[in-house]
């Protein structure tokens, strides 16, 4: 399985973002998948995760009604449109697959219950 994160860069404050994960390797529409992000010194957060189908989502309170995952299950594509960013929005972002279909909002937030990780991409927002 491969994850390909890409559409990271520099922004300024209150711009926009799209992030991209292109996954390989495994059947796509029938995997829970993920935003993470790890800003320098901090340990990895959730940011917002999408079912196989797409119908479900979850996000991390500081980011809803700014970002938004969706998922394309055609193209094996997933993505990540983030609006009005802040500085504290810095961070390297990864997306991941779950190893587990079950809707557990708790879960699905846990780092730990994905087993696949694609290898980040960079986010910086400036004041």
């Known amino acids: 399985v491969q994850l390909q994160a890409s559409g990271g860069g520099l922004v300024q404050a209150g711009g926009s973002l799209k992030l991209s994960c292109v996954v390989s390797g495994v059947t796509f529409s029938s995997s829970w998948l993920g935003w993470f992000r790890q800003a320098p010194g901090k340990e990895r957060e959730f940011v917002a995760a999408?079912?196989?189908?797409?119908?479900?989502?979850y996000y991390e309170d500081s980011v809803k009604g700014r970002f938004t995952i969706s998922r394309d299950n055609a193209k094996n594509t997933m993505s990540l449109q983030m609006n009005r960013l802040i500085p504290e929005d810095t961070a390297v972002y990864y997306c991941?697959?779950?190893?587990?279909?079950?809707?557990?909002?708790?879960?699905?937030?846990?780092?730990?219950?994905?087993?696949?990780w694609g290898q980040g991409t960079q986010v910086t927002v400036s004041s």
């Open positions: 991941a697959r779950r190893g587990s279909a079950t809707t557990n909002p708790i879960a699905t937030r846990s780092a730990s219950d994905y087993v696949d």
């Open positions: 999408v079912s196989g189908s797409g119908g479900i989502k």
